[in-house]
């Protein structure tokens, strides 16, 4: 069902795009909050293993002034699951984020992309068109950079993909809570709110319970990167970002294990020059659901 959107209502509308990939097309879900003809659009994009509804609190902050998007990639929440599992990778995920700006219509767009969603932003935002015109406006990199460190790929890879059944969904937020504490203090309610949409109900033999609501074949081809692999992407990953010439906004959790100080220092000093907030209490990632964190966020945003 699509709701459909108004300043009154705390949800968003759900709707699809059609994207191509090897096997043919699959439809990539997007949540839609604020106006459909206001021409300034904000594309959140989350994590590796989340979906689009991590942005609600975000969303409704922006949703007064912005038409707010707000997708699950491929494989995740509602979208389909891709076929070939090895096409969960980033370039192809940019090239469904091309397919997605043309059915906003819209020359450009605000981004805020937490840790994959970043690195989605920041190889979206390094294309050009025929007039060297960028499809991004302003970027916010959250938590994320070119350079990744390896002990936090070994601890996501740790949990990727397993098989997990719950019972209900205070069971799952606290497994869930088990394996993030680097986002960051929440109450429960919090939580459980960030909690419910990454599950799926299902019944069987076993019973009613809930699943989490992405494919765990994504883990494949992030578990098939080899070392020789890892840097070559990494200095692909820098030759893009030192390419991109949008104001660009860096948040950093000050325990990140993923975004390190220096990588973050050597951001504000190279490509873009990104501006630089580092959230104390905070590892990877911020949810973007606190007040401080949303303010950063609107303020840069916002700004002329």
């Known amino acids: 069902m699509i709701i459909e959107w108004s300043p009154d209502m705390h949800e968003p509308r759900l709707d699809f795009v059609h994207c191509l990939d090897g096997q043919g097309l699959h ?3 997007f949540w839609e909050w604020g106006e459909r003809d206001n021409p300034r659009v904000v594309v959140c994009v989350h994590g590796l293993t989340r979906q689009g509804r991590d942005f609600d609190t975000l969303a409704r902050a922006l949703a007064g002034d912005c038409r707010v998007v707000c997708p699950d990639v491929v ?3 509602r979208s389909d699951w891709l076929a070939d599992p090895m096409g969960y990778q980033v370039p192809a995920y940019v090239a469904d984020m091309v ?7 819209v020359p450009q767009v605000d981004w805020v992309g937490t840790s994959m969603g970043g690195l989605i932003g920041l190889g979206l935002a390094s294309l050009r068109d025929r007039e060297g015109r960028s499809p991004v406006r302003r970027l916010v990199l959250n938590d994320v950079g070119p350079t990744i460190n390896a002990a936090a790929v070994q601890r996501i890879g740790a949990y990727l993909g397993l098989p997990r059944r719950y019972a209900n969904v205070d069971e799952a937020a606290d497994y869930l809570w088990s394996i993030s504490q680097g986002f960051g203090p929440h109450t429960r309610e ?3 709110a960030l909690t ?7 019944k069987d033999e076993q019973g009613e319970g809930f699943v989490s609501a992405y494919d765990p074949r994504i883990g494949l081809p992030f578990k098939a990167v080899t070392p020789e692999m890892a840097a070559a992407g990494e200095a692909l990953l820098w030759q893009r ?3 991109l010439d949008c104001p660009t906004l860096l948040l950093r959790g000050a325990q990140s294990d993923l975004l390190s100080p220096e990588t973050a220092q050597a951001m504000t000093q190279r490509g873009p020059k990104a501006r ?5 209490g905070v590892g990877h990632a911020p949810t973007l659901v606190a007040d401080d964190q949303v303010a950063v966020v609107r303020e840069f945003l916002g700004a002329p």
């Open 27 to 29: 439809r990539m879900a």
């Open 99 to 105: 397919s997605l700006l043309a059915r906003l219509g």
């Open 276 to 280: 630089l907030v580092e959230l104390a």
């Open 241 to 243: 970002y030192d390419a």
């Open 75 to 77: 494989g995740r929440g």
């Open 190 to 192: 919090q939580w459980l």
């Open 196 to 202: 419910r949409p990454q599950l799926r109900a299902v």
